[in-house]
């Protein structure tokens, strides 16, 4: 039994995390699903919640966790 996880730089930030591919926040560039880290996730929620403005979903508990091989 192995697992993986998928690393790349957040679309927002540009530090490098890792995540779960099907599962991580991610925002649409020309067509492409490019990921958020979870640092940005609450930077913006705190920043919506000063502005009185909806909050982003919170990001699904394994979305910055490894994934099983077998769902790659």
């Given at each position: 039994?192995?697992?993986?996880?998928?690393?790349?730089?957040?679309?927002?930030?540009?530090k490098?995390?890792?995540?779960?591919?099907?599962?991580?926040?991610?925002?649409?560039?020309?067509?492409?699903?490019?990921?958020?880290c979870?640092?940005?996730?609450?930077?913006?929620n705190?920043?919506?919640?000063?502005?009185?403005?909806?909050?982003?979903?919170?990001?699904?508990?394994?979305?910055?966790?490894?994934?099983?091989?077998?769902?790659?």
């Amino acid at each position: 039994m192995a697992y993986a996880t998928v690393f790349s730089a957040c679309i927002v930030c540009k530090k490098v995390f890792t995540y779960n591919p099907h599962k991580v926040p991610s925002i649409r560039v020309d067509g492409t699903r490019e990921p958020v880290c979870e640092s940005c996730i609450i930077r913006e929620n705190t920043r919506r919640t000063l502005e009185g403005l909806e909050l982003l979903p919170d990001p699904h508990p394994d979305a910055y966790k490894p994934i099983h091989e077998s769902e790659l």
